[in-house]
């Protein structure tokens, strides 16, 4: 148990986090609650963006999905107004909608501002487009409103200066807990132990917010403590880099760069990854911006902790169909393989619909914290 003067700096300096980020603590506490059911939020909100009606599988063969989703890009390309995306996202369930992406210009003050992209919902086996919305514009409608919710939670409304405002916001929970478990550390006895896990009344209101908030505290602090910790590696890995490297493989170029004068078929380049992890499931594709530039294909392998898209990827250069870059998460080593584990722990993916439910109470319980911790410090603020 600690006493006397460290005590006393420990208990103003977690005081002094609350009330310096409360607001952003606040923020993020009830937009994550939300947020790890927003696939399931937003389907329901917008049916009529990401359900279409059930067909028969017309296709059996990995080779036949692949002429599929490039028949996809290229009638798509052939739409007025529409042409080729940057990228194509392709739902595992078959009843949801394909998400074509298409980049919308920079932001004149990209420090500020949300870099937006024009999101396309289409029936690919009817070849109807369903409708779209601005990933990136902020609103309450129901289109809008979980596209709003993801942007506060992770940029603050603010772009590229929020990652860095919820990157320090993360490190604040990442330090009060640790403190708060230093304050909660009870003496080495069967009764004061007891009493640091036991909530109770004792006639007073402040008695039970504060037994309430030391024992809640302590049962949450270590997972508030991850969620800190992968929110400052999602928004700013540099800070992380030297406990954290990077996952990217980089493949060194074993021959010069091609001096074909036309790509590759996206079949080829599709028929590559898939020969590269067999048994995985293509659930993105990032077109190049420019000529010469690697495309980037997203998998997900069976066993992955990574749910949805799964967190495989593979870079290829689309005139010789080499492989510039790979990410596999199945077979990382070290610290790079704790990385591969930080989403899924982050949303609650690794333990499926509990796992979810661990997180949404997670967040809730970080939000009953601060009210607890605000009304002793307030009460007690009044008193003096």
Request: with cysteine.
């Amino acid at each position: 148990m600690i006493k006397g003067l460290l005590r006393r700096f420990l208990r103003q300096f977690h005081l002094l986090c609350a009330l310096c980020f409360g607001l952003f603590l606040f923020a993020s506490a009830i937009t994550g609650s939300i947020l790890s059911w927003r696939h399931e939020l937003d389907a329901s909100l917008n049916p009529e963006l990401f359900h279409i009606a059930a067909a028969p599988a017309s296709c059996h063969s990995k080779h036949c999905e692949h002429a599929q989703q490039a028949a996809l890009i290229d009638w798509l390309n052939t739409q007025p107004g529409y042409q080729r995306p940057s990228m194509l996202s392709f739902p595992e369930n078959p009843e949801h909608a394909v998400i074509a992406w298409y980049k919308l210009p920079a932001p004149a003050n990209t420090g500020w501002q949300l870099a937006r992209s024009r999101q396309v919902m289409i029936d690919p086996l009817r070849r109807q487009i369903l409708g779209e919305r601005v990933w990136g514009e902020i609103g309450f409608s129901r289109a809008l409103i979980i596209p709003t919710l993801f942007h506060v939670h992770r940029y603050f409304l603010l772009g590229d200066t929020g990652k860095t405002l919820m990157a320090v916001t993360g490190l604040v929970l990442l330090l009060s807990c640790l403190q708060g478990l230093l304050l909660w550390l009870p003496a080495a006895s069967r009764r004061a132990w007891k009493k640091s896990i036991t909530v109770h009344w004792r006639g007073s209101l402040p008695a039970l917010l504060y037994s309430l908030h030391r024992s809640a505290g302590a049962l949450l602090a270590l997972l508030l403590m991850m969620l800190g910790l992968t929110g400052i590696y999602f928004n700013q890995p540099g800070w992380l880099s030297p406990v954290f490297p990077a996952q990217v493989k980089k493949i060194p170029d074993a021959a010069p760069a091609s001096t074909r004068a036309q790509a590759l078929p996206l079949t080829s380049l599709l028929a590559i990854a898939q020969q590269t992890f067999p048994d995985a499931r293509i659930s993105r594709i990032s077109l190049p911006a420019s000529v010469g530039k690697p495309l980037e294909i997203r998998l997900r392998q069976p066993g992955e902790l990574r749910k949805e898209d799964g967190a495989t990827r593979i870079s290829l250069d689309p005139y010789s169909g080499a492989i510039r870059q790979l990410i596999d998460p199945l077979n990382m080593q070290g610290s790079a393989r704790w990385v591969s584990w930080f989403y899924p722990l982050h949303s609650g993916e690794i333990g499926g619909t509990a796992g979810r439910i661990l997180i949404s109470l997670c967040g809730l319980g970080l939000l009953m914290l601060m009210v607890s911790g605000y009304v002793m410090w307030w009460k007690k603020r009044r008193v003096v």
